[in-house]
């Protein structure tokens, strides 16, 4: 975990990027005074957009980015308690200090981040974020799919271990910084270039993510990792059923089988190394067909459903909506 450090251009974000805000806020704050806090301990919608509507200025959902998701949030609640995605988050923050909390598995972490510092949350964690300060609070959030970082890793010849992200909490890096920023000033370009740039800048934000801020595990060594020729063998099976398949369950337990592993100790496994479950794998893949079918065809949102493997519309938007942030009608649109 990262200690926050005093940040020498504070004083610039405070001033360029809270001020101009602060009335913004005060209609709002009259609002939302007499929220309770108690009742966002444990709540029931896991995407923070729909959690706090009120607090979304800007966002990538309706621009079909295919690799990044981006929320850029304003809010005066005193705390805001973010539940656990099945994506990483990156947070930047604009505003004053904050003091984040963070919960994964069973560790704790905790620190500030300043001005124009940023918070990692792995997939998986739960964090809240308080601040003292009479100005909103102003955050940029990023999100990257376990599945599109593992990608990356593979590009740049990191297949040869077992990513692993703990909560960092306030430091420092320009490189994360310039990145978001660019994210961000791309939200108010709705055009094909500007979808292709943002792309382009998820794959820069994963390098970074995956050479400073991540830790490389030899699976070989490490407990309740599987095996690199093992995992590649694993994936490449249930690729081969979904690049076949219209409608179906992936038989897991025949995959298991097939790579000589007990069907609980490849679950386990699998997700030790992947960092999702394989049911997990399997949805972000079927998510990926449906995209580029979307982008492709003209076909009915309802026959991609059933060519990406769903077995009803509805479980589809739902999947969808989890693991992309938006509708399928939302990407479409957006395309």
Not at 128 to 143: A, H, I, K, P, V
Request: hydrophobic share 40%; with cysteine.
């Amino acid at each position: 975990m990262f200690q926050a450090v005093k940040s020498s251009d504070q004083s610039f974000w405070s001033s360029a990027l809270v001020d101009p805000i602060v009335n913004r806020c005060e209609t709002w704050r009259d609002s939302i005074r007499n929220t309770r806090i108690s009742n966002l301990q444990t709540p029931s919608v896991s995407d923070v957009a729909q959690l706090y509507p009120e607090a979304v200025v800007a966002s990538s959902d309706a621009f079909a980015w295919q690799d990044i998701r981006v929320l850029h949030l304003r809010h005066s609640l005193n705390e805001m308690v973010v539940p656990s995605s099945d994506n990483h988050c990156l947070v930047l923050n604009l505003s004053a200090p904050l003091q984040v909390h963070a919960h994964l598995g069973k560790r704790n972490f905790e620190g500030n981040v300043l001005a124009g510092e940023v918070a990692i949350m792995p997939a998986g964690t739960s964090w809240s974020c308080q601040s003292e300060s009479s100005y909103c609070s102003n955050t940029l959030l990023l999100f990257l799919r376990p599945l599109f970082v593992r990608k990356v890793v593979e590009r740049i010849d990191f297949s040869h271990g077992e990513l692993v992200f703990t909560p960092q909490i306030g430091f420092k890096s320009k490189h994360i910084r310039h990145i978001a920023m660019s994210l961000l000033s791309e939200l108010n370009e709705a055009n094909v270039m500007g979808r292709l740039y943002a792309d382009s800048l998820a794959i820069g934000l994963a390098m970074q993510l995956i050479r400073r801020y991540s830790a490389l595990k030899d699976v070989q060594i490490g407990p309740g990792g599987m095996a690199p020729h093992r995992l590649r063998k694993a994936t490449s099976l249930i690729d081969q059923h979904l690049a076949g398949e219209e409608e179906g369950r992936v038989a897991l337990r025949a995959v298991a089988k097939e790579v000589g592993m007990s069907y609980f100790h490849f679950s386990r496994a699998f997700k030790q190394s992947m960092g999702m479950t394989p049911t997990n794998y399997i949805a972000e893949r079927r998510i990926e067909r449906a995209k580029q079918l979307m982008q492709e065809t003209g076909l009915p949102i309802a026959e991609i459903a059933l060519r990406s493997g769903f077995s009803s519309q509805s479980h589809f938007t739902t999947s969808f909506r989890r693991l992309a942030g938006v509708t399928p009608r939302s990407f479409r649109k957006g395309i």
